[in-house]
C-alpha cells in the first residue's frame, strides 16, 4: 500500500502562533524572581515573596491554558521577618521526580555571606519536612532531577581574612535519607561562578558546565551514582575568551540538550561589573562545536545583564534576559531571542514594549507551548506575571530603532497520491530562499536554495519515516517555520 502522507499544522506553526498574558501573583507588597518547573502535566512557579513583610517562598500551577492552581500563591517557606537572623532569601528553583518536588534556595544572614538550604514537598506543595535541610555556604544554581536524585548545582564560598575564594560545586540528594554528596569542581582563585548543568536522558549522564577562573568554560559529565566523582571523557576547553572580538570574562547562564545537540547561552563582563552581553553557543554532543565561534545575541554596552533563560521547543530555541538601563542601573527590561535548531536568529528584539517595568525572567517548554514569567511593576508593586506563547512577543521597535526580525509565515499542504509535500512561499521576501527539513530532533534530512521569484515549492517526504516534522524558509528579510506530521 503507496505511504499517505498526513500534515497537520500544529500549535507551533506561526501562523497560528498562541501569545496571552495574565497575572500569577499580584499580593500587597513586593513578589519577584520568579521560577519554573514542568513535572509532564502542567508548569510549577516559584518566586520571593514580601507580603506583610514577610522575607518568604510561594508557589502555584499553571496549566498551558493559563489558569493559575493557587491564585494568591502557596507559602512554601518564610523567614518571619525582615528583623530576624535571615533578613533576604535569594532566587528559589524547584524540580519534580518520582512524585515528589525539590525547592532549593539561599538565604543571607549577612552580605555575602550566604546558606543553600533545601526542602522537599509533595505533589500538593506541602512541605515534607518541618525543618529545611542544610547543603553548605554558597549560593545555589538551578536544581534538576537526573534519574534517582535530584542535582544541586551551587557557588560554595570559602572566606579567608583578606579574601573570598568561591568554588563552583555539584551535590546529589538522596531523598529518602536527606543526605547529600557533593563535590567541588575548581579549587583556584578566584574560583568560578554558578555551574550549569543538564540531563541527558539518552546517556543517563549529569553534564555539567562551569568555569573554574571566569575566562574558560569547561565541561565534564558525570553519572548519577552516589559513588566517588569522576568525569566522562577528558575536560573540554570549549569556550575561552580569545574566542571573542576583545578580553573579556565570560560565563555560562543555561544550557538545554535536545537529539543530540546542546545549546548554550551566557554572559561577558567587558572589563566592568556594570557591562554585559548575551552570547550563543552550539554544540554536537560531545565536544562537537557546530558554530565557527559563539555570537553575541546582544551587545549590551553599559548595562547589567540579569537573569538569563532558554528552553527547547517547536523545534526552536527560546532565550529571554533582563537587562538594567539608565542611571545607577534602576531601569530594567526584558529582552529576547529565537534561534532555529542549526543556530540561526529567527528573530530578535525589546519585549513588550513597557516603560521599563520588567525583569527577572524564566521560561521553559511544556507540552506545546512555553511558558515565559518574569517580575512586573505596572501596577506600583512588583507582581508575578506569564505568558503562554508560542513566538516571543516584540515590542515592535528594538533598542536602536529598527523594527525587530519578526518571522513571517509558510503554509504548507498535503498532496498524499504522490507522497509530497507543497510549501507556500509567497510570504517570504528579500531575494534567495533557504529550505531546510529537520525531524523532531532537529537533525537536517533535507536542504535547498530556490530563487526569490519561487512561490511553491514541492518537497517528497515519502521515504523518511513517521513522525514529526519542520520545515524552516530563510531569506533577506524573513524567516518562517512550519510543523507537520508524516504518518505511514
Known sequence: ????????????????????????????????????????????????????????????????????????????????????????????????????????????????QGEVWVNLLDTLLNPLYEEPLFLGQGYEGEVLFCKEHFALPYVEWYETEIEVWSFPSIAYLDAPNREFTSWSLAFSWPGGCFPTCFWNAEDELLEILYTPDFYEIKFLAMPDTLDPFYEIGPHSWIITASMFPEEVSIYPIDAVMFGDKYALVGGTNHGTEWSGGVWFDLFEYPYKPLLEEPFILREQGLRYLRYCSMAFGCNKLITTWGLWFGPYM????????????????????????????????????????????????????????????????????????????????????????????????????????????????????????????????IWNGEAQPSGVYYVLVSAKDSRATAKFIISK
Open 1 to 112: 500500500m503507496k505511504s499517505l502522507i498526513e500534515f497537520l499544522v500544529l500549535s507551533c506553526s506561526t501562523a497560528f502562533a498562541i501569545s496571552f498574558e495574565f497575572p500569577i501573583s499580584t499580593a500587597s507588597d513586593d513578589q519577584y524572581a520568579p521560577s519554573i518547573c514542568w513535572d509532564g502535566d502542567k508548569f510549577w512557579v516559584v518566586w520571593i515573596d514580601r507580603r506583610a513583610e514577610d522575607n518568604a517562598i510561594y508557589g502555584t500551577w499553571v496549566d498551558e491554558e493559563g489558569n493559575v492552581g493557587y491564585p494568591e500563591g502557596k507559602l512554601l517557606h518564610s523567614t518571619p521577618n525582615a528583623m530576624s537572623k535571615y533578613d533576604y532569601i535569594n532566587s528559589p528553583s524547584m524540580a519534580f521526580g518520582r512524585d515528589t518536588f525539590c525547592l532549593m534556595w539561599t538565604e543571607e544572614p549577612l552580605a555575602w
Open 330 to 457: 534602576k531601569t530594567p527590561r526584558l529582552m529576547g531571542a529565537e534561534l532555529d535548531t542549526l543556530g540561526n536568529v529567527i528573530s530578535s528584539g525589546d519585549l513588550f514594549g513597557g516603560p521599563g517595568y520588567e525583569w527577572a525572567p524564566d521560561i521553559k517548554f511544556g507540552s506545546n507551548h512555553f511558558l515565559l514569567v518574569w517580575t512586573d511593576n505596572r501596577n506600583g508593586n512588583w507582581d508575578i506575571y506569564g505568558r503562554i506563547l508560542d513566538d516571543l512577543p516584540y515590542a515592535g521597535i528594538a533598542e536602536d530603532g529598527t523594527p525587530p526580525e519578526v518571522p513571517a509565515s509558510i503554509t504548507v499542504y498535503p498532496s498524499p497520491s504522490s507522497g509530497s509535500v507543497d510549501i507556500n512561499l509567497s510570504n517570504i521576501k528579500g531575494g534567495e530562499r533557504q529550505i531546510i527539513i529537520v525531524d523532531a530532533l532537529g537533525r537536517k534530512v533535507w536542504k535547498d536554495v530556490v530563487t526569490a521569484n519561487t512561490l511553491n515549492y
